[in-house]
């Protein structure tokens, strides 16, 4: 599957309100983030760091919710997810060629 018909497929599912668009997805791609790095300290806390089959799966569901989220943002901002992956790429591939990979700030 790619990327533009996985965002295709999602908006399909998308049952939120115009006047929140935007708003609703960016809040839902926090929420579900956030349950993705609550589920991956339980694995330190609960599991040592052990990741179990169990906790890898309820790991990849989380990550299913948070791209679907990132889809909504995507197509209410209306880009494909596809030009944003390569636009990240870009970005890194300039980073590395200026030795900037490490550091903070959007614009090293």
């Keep these: 599957m790619t990327l533009?018909?996985?965002q295709e497929e999602a908006r399909k599912t998308a049952l939120y309100p115009e006047a929140y668009r935007l708003l609703y997805p960016t809040l839902g791609l926090v929420g579900e983030a956030g349950e993705l790095a609550n589920k991956v300290k339980k694995v330190l806390r609960d599991q040592g760091g052990n990741l179990t089959p169990e906790a890898r799966e309820a790991l990849v569901l989380e990550l299913g919710d948070v791209l679907w989220y990132l889809a909504q943002?995507?197509?209410d901002l209306?880009?494909?997810l596809e030009e944003?992956?390569?636009r990240n790429l870009a970005k890194l591939r300039a980073r590395a060629q200026r030795g900037t990979l490490g550091g903070s700030g959007d614009y090293r």
Excluded: L, N, R
């Design 4 to 6: 533009k018909a996985y």
């Design 73 to 75: 943002v995507a197509t």
């Design 78 to 80: 209306g880009v494909g």
């Design 84 to 86: 944003v992956a390569e």
